[in-house]
């Protein structure tokens, strides 16, 4: 049976948006773009788990995805040409909010050889592993060409080419590269695998290794395509513009890396009643109705405990609070519904008031993590 909890949704300001990229490697930033009214997305199923073929199996995972055609349809706009001008690219880019997965930036023809414009879907694999995965209408040959130029070593696996950073790269031309490439082009569209970080200083033979590593998974060993709790929670999803996706240690775990103060404040931050801890959690952005929405999917191991915690959640989300914009939940979401269906557990709010004037709140949503609400517990009445 499904448990339902749910609220009449009030009305959101349409905003436009402009996020502040950086391209420190290809030049300085530029005014937004004006998008034209939101339109739901015409693409029939999500690209993440084509990209999940290329992620190694693990039995943890802390992933950001996002889908650059999809936030493009939402917000009118269509991407520019290869031949426009880096104005004109990040217009585009600033008015879609990209930048969801870091350690890309702005890939542009000058440095990388393919192009932002030509991405469809990029994927970001933090733990265990250090992964970027990209897929879209890439020129590959323009890329292959440009790490030869660098210096970077050559070789094949699995018929597979795979480019490794040496020493004896030009340190201004490649610092903003990852140590390690693959270059896959089994099927349409073409995949970019990309390891570690030259201006991180990763260890190179592993960022190697883990290329490998994804080929193989691409070509048949097991990877995260084959989880079937993970897939089940991306087909919940549709087709998000972007998301995020966190199977590890729970957040009443990871609250116990940060100092005293801090922490108190998080549990200050919590709300009410006591969730159970639950396997995964996954946050995607949506649009509805031209209203920018986000989804919160918490995994439990059967639909009782799913369904004890469907109030918790409803009632954190109006009684807890934005450590980043010190502000009630209430204030900043307006809940559509909170229910239980299976053993998945399902919040889904849509932005109002100062999350949806703030650039880029879905981002910093993520990487500030202001869910945590959404931390296994009790902590106050």
């Given at each position: ?170 340190e201004e031309s490649v610092r903003f590269l990852p140590k390690a490439f693959g270059i ?48 089940g929670v991306v087909e919940k999803l549709g087709r998000p513009g972007a998301a995020y ?137």
């Amino acid at each position: 049976m499904v448990v339902e909890w749910q609220m009449t949704a009030g009305r959101i300001r349409n905003a436009i948006v402009c996020l502040a990229v950086s391209v420190a490697a290809f030049g300085s930033g530029a005014a937004c773009a004006t998008p034209g009214a939101p339109a739901e997305p015409s693409i029939e199923t999500s690209r993440l788990v084509d990209l999940l073929r290329a992620v190694p199996w693990q039995d943890e995972w802390d992933i950001v995805f996002e889908d650059l055609d999809v936030l493009s349809e939402w917000e009118g706009v269509v991407a520019p040409a290869r031949e426009a001008s880096l104005e004109e690219k990040v217009q585009w880019y600033s008015a879609i909010q990209g930048g969801l997965v870091v350690g890309l930036s702005m890939p542009l023809p000058d440095v990388w050889g393919f192009d932002t414009v030509d991405v469809d879907a990029q994927l970001t694999l933090w733990n265990p592993l250090d992964l970027k995965v990209v897929s879209g209408d890439l020129d590959t040959a323009a890329l292959a060409a440009k790490l030869r130029g660098y210096g970077y070593e050559e070789a094949m696996h699995k018929e597979v080419p795979v480019f490794t950073w040496t020493p004896d790269a030009p340190e201004e031309s490649v610092r903003f590269l990852p140590k390690a490439f693959g270059i896959i082009e089994d099927d349409s569209p073409a995949l970019v695998v990309m390891a570690g970080s030259v201006l991180g200083g990763s260890d190179v033979a592993e960022d190697s290794a883990t290329i490998e590593a994804a080929i193989d998974a691409y070509r048949g060993a097991r990877s995260l395509a084959d989880n079937e709790e993970l897939v089940g929670v991306v087909e919940k999803l549709g087709r998000p513009g972007a998301a995020y996706l966190y199977r590890g240690a729970g957040l009443d775990r990871l609250i116990q890396e940060w100092g005293e103060d801090v922490r108190e404040s998080i549990l200050e931050s919590v709300g009410p009643g006591h969730l159970d801890v639950y396997s995964m959690l996954a946050v995607a952005r949506g649009l509805d109705s031209g209203r920018e929405t986000i989804e919160f999917v918490l995994v439990y191991e059967d639909r009782e405990t799913a369904g004890r915690n469907v109030a918790v959640v409803a009632d954190r989300l109006e009684e807890g609070r934005s450590l980043t914009l010190d502000r009630p939940l209430g204030e900043l979401f307006t809940v559509r519904e909170v229910r239980a269906e299976g053993e998945y557990l399902r919040a889904r709010v849509e932005l109002i008031g100062e999350a949806a004037e703030r650039e880029r709140f879905f981002v910093d949503l993520v990487y500030q993590r202001e869910y945590w609400f959404l931390t296994p517990g009790k902590y106050r009445d």
